[in-house]
Every structure is written in C-alpha cells, then in structure tokens.
C-alpha cells in the first residue's frame, strides 16, 4: 500500500519552516526520506527506523511513530536550496525489503 | 566520481522497438534496484537484485520487461514491443544489503 504525503504542496519563504508528514495503513519497519529535484536523481537525506527514533542532518529533521504506522519530516529556517519535491519510501514490517514510495510534497522556498 | 550510473540518459524510440538500459552501482554495493518514475509520482518498484540473482518482481513488470545482472556488478533492464505507456523515467538504486538505497540519474524513455 502506498503512503500517504500531505500535503501535497506547501510555499514558504526562506527563512520559514514546513512539516511534511507520511502515514501509512501497514506496520512499518522504516521509513526513508528522499528530496528530488526537477530532472534530477532522488537525493537520500535520513532513514528511520523501527524504535519512534528521530533524527536530524543540519537543519533537517525527521520523527517516525511507529505505533501510529507515521513520519514526520521537518524543515527549519528553510533555505532555497531545501526547494524540490519530498518522498517518503516505506518498508512493510516482516516483508519485502523493497521501499514503497508516496506521492511527493512538492516544497517551494522563494527568496 | 563513485555514485550509481545509467544509461543512456535519454531515449526515444517507435512503437514496438525493444530498448535496453543499463546501470553500474556503487562498486561494493550488493543490491540493486530498478524503479520506474511517471510525472508526479514516486519510484515505483520493479525489481532487485542481490549480487546475481533476482529476488523480487513487482506486477508491474510485464512479461515484455527483462532484467539482468550477470555477474552481480552492473545490471541491464530491457523492454520487448515498446508501447507508450512505457514512456516514463527509470530509474537504478543500489545498496550494501538492507540499508541505503542511492540512485542513479535515471534514463528518461520517450515511446512514440
């Protein structure tokens, strides 16, 4: 089953912060988080585990509830370059290792 | 540079033309996957390696859909009797066991 990404698109100024959540309806063991920008490869920035962890890369970061099946990545002080679209890749719990992908949050941080 | 490779880049071809792709992960890697990528969606998964042998397919690969990976290094994706709804971009992931999958630029496919 896919993810769910909401939302779907969100503009903000730089300097300005943005929530991007993932939710899906099967017990997780990861979640990934990946920024594309327009022609260009999915760019890895974290992964979360099975275990509610956090992390964090700079002035991003990311939360993973795994008894609500969500993650939630987080954008601080937003810079022009954060600008691209966010996918969330899921990894059923016991199954298949391969990542299921959502639909993307499209972010757009003007100067 | 020691990141994951495609090729070509781009393609265009007919209708009914049969293309083949390739991709060179990262050298250590033993995994390898193939997504395929519409406009405004994610990857979606189509099939992964580890070293040699294929271990997953998804529905999505038809029988006109051929993967290969010889000799556990780099991997082809080869499609029989283009249509257009193949037109997409596909891209090439690779990875050390069950960790972090890094991907490729992708091969951007036109069908006409």
């Known amino acids: 089953q896919q993810p769910v990404q909401s939302p779907q698109a969100v503009i903000l100024r730089e300097g300005e912060d943005a929530v991007i959540n993932c939710s899906s309806s099967?017990?997780?063991?990861?979640v990934h988080w990946y920024r594309q920008k327009h022609g260009e490869a999915p760019v890895f920035l974290m992964i979360?585990?099975?275990?509610?962890e956090q992390k964090g890369h700079d002035k991003i970061s990311a939360s993973f509830n795994e008894k609500k099946q969500q993650s939630s990545l987080y954008l601080t002080a937003s810079q022009l370059s954060y600008s691209g679209t966010y996918f969330c890749?899921?990894?059923?719990?016991?199954?298949?290792?391969?990542?299921?992908f959502g639909k993307g949050t499209k972010l757009t941080v003007n100067p | 540079d020691t990141g994951v490779s495609q090729d070509p880049r781009h393609k265009i071809t007919k209708r009914g033309q049969n293309v083949t792709f390739r991709c060179d992960p990262i050298?250590?890697?033993?995994?390898l996957y193939w997504y395929r990528q519409t406009l405004g969606q994610g990857p979606e998964f189509l099939t992964y390696?580890?070293?040699?042998?294929?271990?997953?397919k998804s529905r999505l690969l038809s029988d006109r859909f051929s993967a290969e990976r010889p000799k556990g290094s780099f991997s082809t994706l080869e499609i029989q009797r283009t249509e257009q709804g193949d037109s997409a971009m596909y891209l090439c992931?690779?990875?050390?066991?069950?960790?972090?999958?890094?991907f490729g630029p992708g091969t951007r496919l036109t069908v006409l």
């Open positions: 050298s250590e890697h033993n995994r």
């Open positions: 992931a690779s990875s050390l066991f069950a960790n972090t999958q890094y």
């Open positions: 890749g899921t990894e059923p719990q016991g199954g298949s290792e391969k990542l299921v």
């Open positions: 099967k017990a997780l063991y990861s």
């Open positions: 390696f580890q070293n040699e042998a294929q271990l997953e």
């Open positions: 979360l585990l099975k275990g509610g």
